[in-house]
């Protein structure tokens, strides 16, 4: 579930510059993305008094971080005499973030000797604030300005892309990947050289570029089993499951599954996603019975709604598989809600609802929700979620069969990794909070 075989698309990136998706020389720093964003939409965004206080203040750190550092000193006039009222609002309508935003006004106040790590630090608590209420686009502006600040910064470069992918701007978002990982290189940075390989993979992955990604992956896994990183190899390993998934055989992905369960610690959040995964693995070779099982287990651990609509989504096209349709019904529901709040990962949800009702030998129905599919995956430049939902469309003009569940022998492999995924699912769901 981690990239949720759903691409994030080119969006309002697309006809800029590209950045090669894989072609940059593996020592080459990529410069800081200079094509124009839509800054004003941050204004939407948020909107109202609020959103102007925030459009202003991420400019200026935008500006400052641009500007050569002898420059800096005479770069702002100063804050006008309405700061104190604006600040005021600020804590009126977003207490959490009032601090952030007073300390991003020391780029105008005092722009030549500003601290770096505060502005970061300011920005990204923005950015988060942004995040959790929904605000994508100004969360990426706040972590792009984060990593405008600190050039030299391979985790805010990695935020900026990976927030990009959010608002489906793959251009940006492959510079800024490729950005982190060549400053984790220069700067020795040990963990953010497993991280940044990890998110670059990721993407390039949901790009399409299959080869690269798995050497990514694979890369990332050997750096932290040699720096004692457990916690990031099995993160590494959970990449490769979902890679293999996708495009490998049920031997490969069950061996990254083995090896990414027993390297998360058992309280770990990555293990209902991991399950996920390994059930999705299970429904590409069409052991629907033990994917089911572990797909409900898995679902109330998964509270993030687009992590939840994946788990849903397949959860439903495996309920359809095994013939529940109560169940089908009950899921299909939940994404469809969940996907008038948001079209990320919608196309590759809906691609999965598609497949259950083909199982029904629905062939209308299931078309009607490929081509949704398809528009989707279209608007949002999304490449694999599209090439699936064409095929699907293909499959329904020919009415296919639907596909036989396979028995699981009893003590086989699976049926004992099965197990071992189902403990460690109801020991977390034993020791999770109520909601």
């Known amino acids: 579930m981690k990239h949720s075989r759903s691409v994030q698309g080119t969006g309002s990136d697309a006809g800029q510059p590209k950045s090669g998706r894989g072609g940059h020389h593996p020592k080459t720093l990529p410069p800081v993305p200079t094509w124009p964003r839509k800054e004003l939409d941050l204004l939407k965004d948020v909107g109202g008094e609020l959103g102007v206080i925030l459009w202003q203040r991420v400019r200026a750190v935008k500006l400052w971080g641009s500007t050569p550092r002898a420059q800096r000193p005479k770069l702002f006039s100063g804050l006008s005499s309405a700061w104190p009222e604006r600040l005021a609002l600020v804590a009126a309508q977003a207490p959490s973030i009032a601090g952030a935003v007073n300390v991003l006004t020391e780029v105008v106040t005092k722009p030549g000797s500003v601290e770096v790590a505060g502005l970061v630090q300011a920005s990204h608590e923005v950015a988060s604030w942004a995040e959790e209420h929904g605000r994508i686009e100004t969360a990426l502006q706040y972590a792009e300005a984060a990593a405008i600040a600190d050039q030299d910064n391979p985790a805010a470069a990695a935020l900026a892309g990976q927030l990009c992918t959010r608002v489906a701007a793959i251009d940006r978002a492959t510079v ?11 700067g020795k940075d040990r963990e953010w050289q497993i991280r940044s390989r990890l998110r670059l993979g990721a993407h390039l992955f949901q790009l399409a570029e299959y080869a690269p990604a798995k050497r990514l992956f694979q ?35 069950e061996m990254h599954a083995w090896e990414a369960l027993r390297l998360y610690p058992v309280s770990n959040p990555r293990v209902a996603p991991l399950a996920h995964d390994y059930a999705f693995l299970l429904t590409k070779h069409h052991y629907f019975a033990p994917a089911l099982t572990i797909l409900e287990a898995a679902l109330p651990l998964v509270r993030q709604p687009q992590e939840r609509i994946t788990v849903l989504a397949t959860l439903a096209r495996t309920a359809a598989s095994r013939g529940n349709r109560d169940r089908f019904e009950e899921a299909r529901e939940e994404v469809l809600q969940i996907a008038k709040a948001s079209e990320e990962r919608a196309a590759a949800a809906f691609v999965r609802l598609a497949e259950g009702l083909l ?77």
Request: aromatic share 6%; with cysteine.
């Open 176 to 186: 800024w990947l490729y950005r982190s990982m060549e400053l984790a290189r220069r």
């Open 219 to 253: 890369s990332a896994y050997n750096i932290a089993l040699r720096t004692g990183r457990r916690v990031l190899a099995a993160q590494a390993q959970h990449d490769l499951l979902t890679l293999a998934s996708d495009r490998g055989t049920y031997a490969e992905g």
């Open 359 to 435: 199982s029904f030998g629905e062939w209308e129905q299931a078309g009607k929700m490929a081509r949704n599919a398809v528009e989707i995956a279209t608007r949002r430049k999304e490449v694999e979620p599209r090439g699936l939902a064409e095929a699907l469309l293909e499959e329904c003009t020919q009415r296919r069969a639907p596909e036989s569940d396979k028995g699981v022998p009893e003590g086989s492999r699976i049926e004992i990794l099965a197990r071992k995924f189902l403990s460690r699912l109801r020991k977390q769901q034993r020791s999770a909070p109520a909601k």
